[in-house]
């Protein structure tokens, strides 16, 4: 069974760090590239950056360059994303999904179609 789940989201003050975690299973990890997003109230969803363990490749969106930071444990099947210098805008529902049917890619999507399948977010709570 094919499993995504993202963890580790909390109330956080402004200037705070939290790490997340999308832990795996039910997939080929080392040929998948897993993805960051997410989505506050009323907004659309946002990607954050992308990793395919495989081989350390790492794609930022320009927002969020600097201040998070994607790492894998290829042995614990886990990817994590460090948020740092957190702000109120940062208050969102994180969650990450991941991609392995075309190995040889780097798809990093926010269309649901794109990516082979979506874990349940963590709620990140910046307060001012």
């Known amino acids: 069974e094919v499993q995504l789940q993202a963890s580790g989201g909390g109330l956080v003050q402004a200037g705070g760090s939290l790490r997340l975690s999308c832990t795996t299973s039910?997939?080929?990890?080392?040929?998948?590239?897993i993805g960051w997003f997410r989505q506050a109230p009323g907004k659309d969803r946002e990607v954050l950056g992308c990793?395919?363990?495989?081989?350390?490749?790492?794609w930022y969106e320009d927002s969020v360059k600097g201040r998070f930071t994607i790492s894998s444990d290829n042995d614990k099947k886990t990817v994590y994303l460090q948020l740092n210098s957190l702000n109120p805008e940062d208050t969102a529902v994180y969650s990450c999904?991941?991609?392995?049917?075309?190995?040889?890619?780097?798809?990093?999507?926010?269309?649901?179609?794109?990516?082979?399948?979506w874990g349940k977010g963590t709620q990140v709570t910046v307060s001012s």
């Open positions: 039910g997939f080929p990890f080392d040929d998948a590239t």
């Open positions: 999904a991941g991609h392995w049917q075309n190995p040889d890619d780097f798809v990093c999507s926010i269309r649901e179609q794109d990516m082979d399948d």
């Open positions: 990793m395919k363990s495989g081989d350390g490749s790492i």
